[in-house]
T-cell receptor
Framework: GAVVSQHPSWVICKSGTSVKIECRSLDFQATTMFWYRQFPKQSLMLMATSNEGSKATYEQGVEKDKFLINHASLTLSTLTVTSAHPEDSSFYIC?????????????FGPGTRLTVL | GESVGLHLPTLSVQEGDNSIINCAYSNSASDYFIWYKQESGKGPQFIIDIRSNMDKRQGQRVTVLLNKTVKHLSLQIAATQPGDSAVYFCAETSSNTGNQFYFGTGTSLTVIP
């Protein structure tokens, strides 16, 4: 149990286009979902916290108008990278906290690799 | 493009030896700590966790030690196997700040057969 999926797993796009990444909790309901980005050989950096039905909370330095987060249901959160540029190329990872478990528990998705040409 | 930043520390051990991976955390209010393993191109995988009211916790072949005085965490892997080769991250969180996880720099472990 506690499986989190992401789609797509890899996306290549042209500069200036927008890309949507989905994060789904497959077999549980998630109170909160988190979005991270990871550059090669670096650590995960928290971008934002997403609660179902409310606006996301962004970490300092993360542009909310560039990284749009929608948490429409207890099993789905989406991250849209708007007007993507090559510097947005990164590995994007989501995680989900499970309802009924301690809020500390996060289950991670497999990540989405974004390459912007 | 890739941001310029710190590269991961590396650790190489012989198969069968014990490995010790260290992590320094920054927030004295953090009360929950987790070790994750990440293989190339994959998401983090939970290994073991520890709460701040403990200083040691053991799992299968792994032990986590917590020293709150110096804000230091370590992961010990017994009888390291080639399948343990990966990047290991510690994460800290505080129950009074929304349970966001903040990850450490990470250590790349290579097990030599």
């Amino acid at each position: 149990g506690a499986v989190v999926s992401q789609h797509p797993s890899w996306v290549i796009c042209k500069s200036g286009t927008s890309v949507k990444i989905e994060c789904r909790s497959l077999d549980f309901q998630a109170t909160t979902m988190f979005w991270y980005r990871q550059f090669p050989k670096q650590s995960l950096m928290l971008m934002a916290t997403s609660n179902e039905g409310s606006k996301a909370t962004y970490e300092q330095g993360v542009e909310k108008d560039k990284f749009l987060i929608n948490h429409a249901s207890l099993t789905l959160s989406t991250l849209t990278v708007t007007s993507a540029h090559p510097e947005d190329s990164s590995f994007y990872i989501c995680s989900a906290s499970r309802i009924g478990r301690g809020p500390d528990t996060q289950y991670f998705g497999p990540g989405t690799r974004l390459t912007v040409l | 493009g890739e941001s310029v930043g710190l590269h991961l520390p590396t650790l190489s051990v012989q198969e069968g030896d014990n490995s010790i991976i260290n992590c320094a955390y920054s927030n004295s209010a953090s009360d929950y700590f987790i070790w994750y393993k990440q293989e190339s191109g994959k998401g983090p995988q939970f290994i073991i966790d520890i709460r701040s009211n403990m200083d040691k916790r053991q799992g299968q072949r792994v032990t986590v030690l917590l020293n709150k005085t110096v804000k230091h965490l370590s992961l010990q892997i017994a009888a390291t196997q080639p399948g343990d080769s990966a990047v290991y991250f510690c994460a800290e969180t505080s129950s009074n700040t929304g349970n966001q996880f903040y990850f450490g720099t990470g250590t790349s472990l290579t097990v030599i057969p």
